[in-house]
């Protein structure tokens, strides 16, 4: 009887340890999971799309620099008036491979860059013929002061998400993305404007694929020059009259501008297949964009 009271006394202890074991563990999966969830919401870093480069963990003050910096400033007075095209958007956008523009949302200038990490010099090499020499004094993934080396100027702020494409030509400004806004030299015929109004679409496109990986809290079209009003489920095109100069100015004088005109109302007015309400307004409108891009040739 005493052995047998001993083994089941030891089996009920062992019981307890087993279930008290199993509720710890319930409990550290369940915190873990919350940890997850919380990870994983909308506009968490884990949450962005996986053909992007995280700068955030980036050992080099080279990673973290080659990317886009908008000046805090001008970024914070563009949200708060609601993105007037008068106010200034400046800002360096710096890729990996070199290239480089100079405010892509105002006036936009192509050029290269070149970073010296043990001088923490940045030089700006523009295509008008000039150079532009900053010291860098604070850099974070997300966090860049700059100073101009050779004025006497109060250093400025930019900020950044500290995120890039894996794929350059993903972004939508790339150079090679944002020929449709260089203003030609020449009158162009309808091949050269087909093509013009096919690169402005696929610029829009990849922007809109863009906000949507970087999970943006919101899509803003500041500075950019456009034809195209822009609603959840709707793109319009602006009445010829009301279209601003940053966007006419893209081509070499009016009359062009109107030729343009006539071959996107054609556009415009033909149907396109809408994606699921559930996707969001973002990636919608992308679909439809893309579209667009295909259609162009035909018209």
């Given at each position: 009887?005493?052995?047998?009271?001993?083994?089941?006394?030891?089996?009920?202890?062992?019981?307890?340890?087993?279930?008290?074991?199993?509720a710890l563990c319930y409990c550290n999966s369940d915190k873990g999971d919350a940890v997850k969830e919380k990870r994983m919401k909308p506009g968490d870093r884990a949450?962005?799309?996986?053909?992007?480069?995280d700068l955030e963990d980036a050992i080099s003050a080279k990673e973290k620099i080659g990317q886009r910096w908008d000046n805090k400033e001008d970024n914070e007075d563009?949200?708060?008036?609601?993105?007037?095209?008068?106010?200034?958007?400046?800002?360096?956008?710096?890729?990996?491979?070199?290239?480089?523009?100079?405010?892509?949302?105002?006036?936009?200038?192509?050029?290269?860059?070149?970073?010296?990490?043990?001088?923490?010099?940045?030089?700006?090499?523009?295509?008008?013929?000039?150079?532009?020499?900053?010291?860098?004094?604070?850099?974070?993934?997300?966090?860049?002061?700059?100073?101009?080396?050779?004025?006497?100027?109060?250093?400025?702020?930019?900020?950044?998400?500290?995120?890039?494409?894996?794929?350059?030509?993903?972004?939508?400004?790339?150079?090679?993305?944002?020929?449709?806004?260089?203003?030609?030299?020449?009158?162009?015929?309808?091949?050269?404007?087909?093509?013009?109004?096919?690169?402005?679409?696929?610029?829009?496109?990849?922007y809109h694929i863009d906000n949507s990986r970087r999970n943006a809290a919101r899509l803003d079209y500041f500075g950019l020059p456009t034809c195209f009003k822009w609603?959840?489920?709707?793109?319009?095109?602006?009445?010829?009259?009301?279209?601003?100069?940053?966007?006419?100015?893209?081509?070499?004088?009016?009359?062009?501008?109107?030729?343009?005109?006539?071959?996107?109302?054609?556009?415009?007015?033909?149907?396109?297949?809408?994606?699921?309400?559930?996707?969001?307004?973002?990636?919608?409108?992308?679909?439809?964009?893309?579209?667009?891009?295909?259609?162009?040739?035909?018209?």
């Amino acid at each position: 009887m005493f052995e047998h009271s001993c083994k089941e006394r030891n089996m009920k202890k062992l019981f307890t340890a087993i279930s008290l074991v199993l509720a710890l563990c319930y409990c550290n999966s369940d915190k873990g999971d919350a940890v997850k969830e919380k990870r994983m919401k909308p506009g968490d870093r884990a949450g962005v799309d996986t053909s992007m480069i995280d700068l955030e963990d980036a050992i080099s003050a080279k990673e973290k620099i080659g990317q886009r910096w908008d000046n805090k400033e001008d970024n914070e007075d563009a949200i708060n008036g609601g993105g007037s095209i008068e106010m200034p958007l400046r800002g360096f956008y710096l890729f990996r491979d070199g290239s480089a523009v100079k405010n892509p949302r105002d006036n936009m200038i192509f050029g290269t860059w070149v970073f010296d990490e043990k001088e923490r010099s940045l030089q700006v090499i523009l295509a008008n013929g000039s150079t532009e020499k900053y010291t860098v004094q604070s850099l974070a993934f997300n966090k860049l002061i700059l100073k101009n080396s050779e004025e006497n100027d109060k250093p400025v702020d930019y900020v950044a998400d500290g995120f890039i494409h894996k794929d350059l030509v993903n972004d939508p400004f790339y150079q090679a993305n944002l020929q449709w806004r260089v203003k030609p030299k020449a009158p162009e015929d309808d091949a050269a404007l087909h093509k013009r109004i096919k690169g402005c679409l696929h610029f829009y496109y990849l922007y809109h694929i863009d906000n949507s990986r970087r999970n943006a809290a919101r899509l803003d079209y500041f500075g950019l020059p456009t034809c195209f009003k822009w609603y959840a489920g709707g793109i319009h095109l602006i009445k010829e009259k009301e279209l601003a100069k940053n966007w006419t100015n893209i081509f070499y004088n009016a009359a062009d501008a109107s030729k343009a005109y006539i071959i996107l109302d054609k556009m415009i007015s033909k149907k396109y297949v809408w994606g699921e309400k559930s996707l969001g307004w973002v990636k919608q409108n992308a679909g439809v964009l893309k579209q667009m891009e295909a259609k162009i040739d035909s018209l």
